[in-house]
């Protein structure tokens, strides 16, 4: 069977959104929450390309809008993670059309993400074309005063 592109991957919902409650006490100290919510890829896409030029989110940021939205005590880390690293890789898979500005979605505190189409290279280099400066702190890198730049994303 042929390997799935991208944006077959980022228009596939299957079972999703659903809102999971979490059993098991470990599961819930980690999140701090009772109750998960596990979000199609298509809408982490859609709140990143909310994010204007010259502003920034974060993927804890857009999982926080997500529970908020379903109603959840939080949204599930590990698939936002890969179905924001989704809607980038399908994104430049696209070419010039339809275009999810990636770049501007940045890992906790600031950080870039190296998973990212072209790694932090390109990432950083998009970052400073729209006039953010990034610092190094040993291996990470990070937007300075990020905070100061965050988008106001409703979903």
């Known amino acids: 069977m042929a390997k799935k592109t991208f944006n077959e991957k980022l228009n596939y919902s299957g079972d999703l959104p659903k809102v999971e409650t979490l059993t098991t006490p ?11 919510a ?3 890829p ?18 804890d940021r857009m999982m926080a809008q997500m529970a908020k939205k379903y109603k959840a005590g939080c949204a599930c880390p590990m698939t936002a993670g ?19 500005p990636w770049w ?8 870039l993400n190296e998973k990212y189409p072209g790694g932090i290279e390109s990432q950083k280099t998009r970052l400073e074309q729209e006039g953010h400066t990034i610092i190094q702190k ?10 100061k730049k965050l988008a106001d994303l409703k979903t």
């Open 104 to 111: 501007r979605t940045l890992k906790k505190d600031g950080q």
């Open 138 to 147: 040993g291996k990470r890198y990070l937007v300075a005063d990020y905070e």
């Open 26 to 36: 470990k599961m819930i100290e980690r999140n701090g929450a009772t109750t998960m």
């Open 42 to 59: 298509l809408e982490y896409d859609g709140l990143m390309k909310k994010v204007p030029k010259g502003k920034l989110t974060t993927i």
């Open 38 to 40: 596990i979000v199609p």
């Open 82 to 100: 890969i179905f924001v690293n989704i809607a980038a890789n399908a994104s430049e898979e696209r070419g010039g059309k339809n275009i999810t």
